[in-house]
């Protein structure tokens, strides 16, 4: 996932981006992490958030 790449290019803390996302700060690093899938409400946020396809997140 290229979660973390957005959220440095934004200059975003994981703490921002989760209270941005409704989730906690252990979730977004689990997901930069890759430890743990998303559902695909949470993709659609994501991408929604930063601007992106849901292709440009995953790929």
Known sequence: MK???LRIERGLTKVQLAKELGVNKRTILRW???M?????????KIAE???????ELVI
């Open 3 to 5: 979660i973390k790449e």
């Open 32 to 34: 930069e992490q890759d």
């Open 36 to 44: 743990m899938s998303m559902s695909l409400k949470n993709a659609v």
């Open 49 to 55: 958030f930063f601007e992106v396809s849901l292709d």
